[in-house]
């Protein structure tokens, strides 16, 4: 099941709606704040969950008098984001695949929440992709898989550790290779490589990976 996350960061309403529209998911969670942008834009959620206290209270009020779709609130002095809680439900639900729209912008605090979140899916073997109109950032669930130049989002190809190292990185096709490298934090090796190659491999031994395709 290929399901998206629409939150309450940063939304770029033309790139998001192009984005959904190419998706075609099979479940929608709206979060929060999120939730604004799918009543705005006539998009409908199968899931509404969050603490709304950034949401207007006449948009949740009405989703309530419509009485359609199971609406989740939380207190605000809770032990985890909206987010986290969107991605348990995604996970409790059985998603194979999950996006996230709105899990960028301003708040840093919230950004970096929305990496270390991305853990859990992955202990689980499930792919989650956080986007916007210039990234794409996640952490890939095999240890060996392949990028298409033609396909890849953006120019740029960073790669870090999530943890304190990743064991045996190999990277073939790219502008920098390497060749079963240590690549441990507190370390920019990883940043802004490029594919040269019409496929590039990565493939890695032990850790977790995270990647980030950027454009600029």
Known sequence: MKTLIITGGMIEVDFALSFIQELKPDYILGVDRGLQFCYEHDIRPDYIVGDFDSLPGEILERYRQEGEIPIRTYNPVKDATDTKIAL????????????????????????????????????????????????????PVEKTFSLKKEEQYGTYVSLFPMGETVEGLTLKGFKYPLDHY??????????????????????????????????D
Do not use: F, Y
């Not at 996970?91 to 991305?118: F, K, M, P, Y």
């Not at 441990?184 to 977790?208: F, H, M, P």
């Open 182 to 215: 240590q690549l441990k934090d507190r370390e920019g090796l990883g940043v802004s490589n490029e594919i040269t190659a019409d496929v590039a491999d990565v493939s890695w031994e032990q850790g977790v990976l995270l990647m980030i395709q950027s454009k």
């Open 88 to 139: 348990d439900k995604a996970l409790e639900d059985g998603s194979t695949e999950i996006w996230i729209l709105g899990a960028t912008g301003t708040r840093i605090d919230h950004v970096v929440c929305n990496l270390q979140i991305l853990k859990e899916a992955w202990e689980k073997k499930v792919p989650v992709w956080i986007v916007d109109s210039r990234n794409k950032i996640g952490l």
